[in-house]
């Protein structure tokens, strides 16, 4: 089954049937059991073709020596960085032994699914990372983390440096940990605008993953609101580029070239339509990325949302699995 995934996506593209991932969108997890167990009910439960495992972007700037609170209004490090010296105190974490809980979930993950379907380890990427760090939170506009990184081109680079070198060794980490694919989750991408993008952003993701020790495991790169900024993400090496729903795939393809396999992108506020009316706008997904050629990868356009009903998907991943391209 593993062989499925792979295949389908990357290596005989047109043959195959599009697959279905799905992100778990859930925040931090430091007991191997409990992750891997959430880990794999979507596979349980729904019948996807791929797990991912169940962790937080978040944790690699913890690693780094950041405070991480989780509060109910979400994620904050109570003491962002403000300065040149806040960033020379980070260290480079290893990351069996600062962040060896993620390894033990992916073994432990990888021994339950027995290769049924394969695992995706993931991270969030630099821009991602530097943004919350400054923040201390999320943001709407990211102002203070554009104004310190626009401002001093040697700042910018001292951290996304940093949190680049962090990441190269914590996703080589879950590839010999076991992960079968990888995916860089560049959530704040849209906050860029493509001159900034091109300097505070895609450099650093072709740097981790030009420097992943890859055998066959295929790497996706996703961020949100990148309509202007595909061909960009498709220019970092990844062999996959994620596409929100704000773009249809057809002109997706238009801006990543032919080189690189789709993953997208219906909204994920469909699953709470009535299931005729979800069914139709799936139809619609599937029908442009048949338009769009070469390899796809079905999936939302974003994380599933909280109260998403369970039928609601698992039918989407059964019409997924019933649908035949059009060739």
Not at 253 to 279: I, M, T, Y
Request: aromatic share 6%; proline share 7%.
């Amino acid at each position: 089954m593993p062989h499925r995934f792979i295949e389908a996506c990357f290596r005989r593209p047109v043959d195959k049937t599009p697959i279905w991932l799905m992100r778990q969108a859930g925040r931090l997890c430091k007991t191997p059991d409990l992750a891997a167990e959430v880990t794999l009910q979507p596979v349980d439960i729904l019948g996807v073709d791929a797990a991912i495992l169940f962790s937080d972007i978040l944790v690699v700037p913890e690693a780094m020596g950041m405070q991480l609170l989780l509060e109910d209004q979400g994620p904050q490090f109570p003491q962002p960085l403000a300065a040149r010296a806040d960033i020379d105190k980070l260290h480079v974490p290893d990351p069996e032994r600062e962040l060896g809980y993620v390894m033990e979930a992916i073994r432990r993950v990888r021994k339950a699914l027995a290769n049924r379907v394969p695992l995706i380890g993931f991270c969030g990427a630099p821009w991602t990372l530097a943004a919350y760090m400054i923040e201390g939170k999320t943001s709407r506009s990211f102002e203070k983390a554009k104004a310190a990184l626009m401002a001093d081109e040697r700042l910018a680079h001292a951290l996304l440096s940093k949190i680049t070198d962090a990441l190269i060794l914590y996703l080589n980490a879950q590839l010999a940990a076991g992960a079968q694919a990888l995916q860089i989750f560049d959530s704040w991408a849209g906050a860029l605008g493509p001159e900034d993008y091109a300097r505070l952003g895609a450099p650093y993701i072709a740097r981790v993953i030009q420097n992943l020790k890859v055998d066959g495991q295929p790497v996706i790169v996703f961020g949100v609101e990148t309509g202007e900024l595909l061909a960009q993400l498709a220019a970092t090496g990844a062999d996959v580029v994620g596409v929100d729903w704000r773009v249809p795939l057809d002109e997706a393809r238009g801006r990543v070239g032919p080189a690189v396999a789709l993953q997208g992108n219906l909204d994920p506020a469909s699953l709470f339509l009535p299931l005729p009316e979800q069914r139709k706008r799936v139809a619609r997904v599937l029908e442009l990325a048949d338009r769009a050629g070469a390899g796809y990868v079905f999936n939302l356009g974003h994380g599933i949302l909280p109260g998403t009903p369970v039928e609601n998907a698992r039918a989407l991943v059964e019409q997924v699995h019933a649908h035949t391209p059009s060739r």
